[in-house]
């Protein structure tokens, strides 16, 4: 083989490992896109289905009364119960996901909390009566003890519901999201903002 046509199957050869080489950095850049590496990410936290980044213990306290045949008694119940605060991951969709290429910056709208619970601390629960001539004769405490329980259950739920308790709860999840979308996007050597909000 003579010298230039050696020389020319190096050029050949470069060029081409150029070439392979500028194939293969773009395809790595394509797999770094913000959008799919935000895509890969809502697939991954749908997959988990519910997060439950909050839970809260609360204690109702209630009291029932009953009067009959001239005799009255009462009930108070004093009950503790933890309430979790769920995201419903799987109602997540790609509609939710606003990415803003121009300052890379990708918000995230998320649906409502739902509250799971309470679950009930049964080993916790104190009860206090008076009346006991007709809480004996009759049937009351059964009565005052299922509206007592019905009562507790809804004072559960009206405390967890409360506006301190529900602020805590969505900065939790918005906190949880926001890390779980800007990590993979950190890791794949994109500067985002990520930033999570509820309906």
Excluded: H
């Excluded at 010298?3 to 790595?28: C, D, K, P």
């Excluded at 439950?52 to 108070?76: C, I, W």
């Amino acid at each position: 083989m003579s010298r230039g046509l050696f020389r020319a199957a190096i050029v050949v050869v470069l060029a081409l490992a150029l070439f392979f080489g500028w194939r293969a950095w773009t395809e790595w850049r394509r797999g770094y896109d913000p959008q799919t590496v935000v895509a890969a990410s809502l697939e991954g936290l749908k997959e988990q289905n519910v997060l439950v980044p909050f839970t809260a213990r609360y204690v109702a306290v209630v009291t029932s009364t009953q009067s009959r045949l001239g005799l009255s008694a009462k009930k108070t119940l004093i009950m503790p119960g933890t309430v979790r605060y769920e995201l419903d991951l799987g109602r997540l969709e790609q509609s939710d996901l606003e990415w803003d290429g121009a300052t890379n910056a990708l918000t995230v709208t998320l649906p409502a909390l739902r509250l799971a619970g309470p679950e009930i601390d049964i080993d916790a629960i104190s009860e206090y009566r008076d009346g006991e001539i007709l809480l004996t004769l009759t049937d009351a405490e059964a009565s005052l003890d299922a509206a007592n329980r019905k009562a507790a259950q809804e004072e559960l739920i009206r405390q967890a519901r409360g506006a301190t308790p529900m602020r805590l709860a969505e900065g939790a999840a918005r906190a949880a999201i926001e890390q779980s979308f800007a990590m993979p996007l950190k890791a794949a050597g994109i500067d985002a903002t990520v930033t999570a909000r509820f309906e």
